[in-house]
């Protein structure tokens, strides 16, 4: 089944995709959802090209993001291959929905884009072996990890540079297991901006699988219905090119996940950085 979270006059709603309609869910989000919201349909449906998503999870407990998890990617930020996952944080606020723009901020000139398949947790998960880690997925969405290059680079403390506030995409829907292979693997993972491809790879050449993040992760923190995991970037990534290359204002960014779906997001400039351009 495919889930999105929908925003509607009255706020958001969980809708169910059947066919090219929505069907809207007794259930204010996905996440929610998975909380247990009853789920059941009201009656309303949306057109898929009339709908306004919002992120999939708006709210999640948790956003835990693996960085350095594809080797070409390591290879070109010039890091050694890690002994163990490399884990950051990201905050609710910085999350923007499949169709939102970007806003470059005024305080960076060094945003980059990085695509990664992203799983939804659907069980409260808390020191789970690896062998049945994928028993407490509910399902699987996409995130671009737009990262600050500048800010993340102040200190060896990646946070700053991760988590500005309605810099990430995430969705467009969250798509059950039973619909993909198994974790996604095989599946192509791209990036392209105006439509110039600048990352591909395939899901599943991780370093740390992610039987094995979900497992690593709920040793030390208990995962939590809704909670959103990012997997890692392959690479392509702008500060690893020579010359290094940013997001500009007025570009397109999209972001692919194959048997999920799309972001398409424009970048936008704030209004002080877009006075007299």
Not at 39 to 51: K, N, S
Not at 82 to 102: N, R
Not at 207 to 232: E, K, N, Q, W
Request: aromatic share 6%; net charge negative; charged share 20%.
């Amino acid at each position: 089944m495919r889930y999105a979270t929908l925003r509607l006059a009255a706020g958001t709603r969980a809708g169910r995709l059947v066919d090219d309609q929505w069907i809207l869910l007794d259930a204010p989000d996905v996440g929610a959802l998975l909380r247990g919201a009853s789920g059941e349909p009201t009656g309303g449906t949306v057109a898929v090209t009339d709908a306004d998503l919002a992120p999939v999870v708006p709210t999640p407990g948790k956003i835990m993001c693996i960085g350095h998890n594809y080797a070409r990617h390591v290879r070109e930020m010039g890091r050694a291959l890690p002994e163990y996952p490399t884990v950051f944080a990201k905050y609710s606020d910085s999350l923007i929905g499949a169709h939102d723009p970007i806003t470059l901020p005024a305080e960076s000139d060094s945003v980059d884009w990085e695509a990664e398949l992203a799983v939804v947790i659907g069980r409260v998960a808390r020191r789970v072996d690896p062998s049945t880690a994928l028993d407490y997925v509910a399902g699987y969405t996409i995130l671009n990890d737009i990262s600050m290059r500048d800010w993340q680079k102040r200190t060896t403390q990646w946070l700053q540079g991760k988590t500005f506030e309605a810099s990430t995409p995430v969705g467009p829907m969250m798509v059950t297991p039973d619909e993909l292979p198994p974790a996604c693997q095989g599946l192509k993972i791209s990036c392209t901006v105006d439509g110039t491809e600048v990352q591909s790879d395939t899901i599943g050449d991780f370093i740390f699988d992610i039987p094995t993040v979900i497992s690593y992760l709920s040793t030390f923190m208990t995962l939590r219905p809704g909670d959103v995991i990012a997997t890692g970037t392959p690479d392509g990534v702008g500060v690893g090119r020579s010359p290094q290359l940013f997001l500009q204002e007025g570009q397109r960014l999209t972001t692919t996940v194959e048997g999920i779906g799309a972001l398409v997001n424009d970048v936008v400039g704030e209004p002080s950085l877009s006075i007299g351009r």
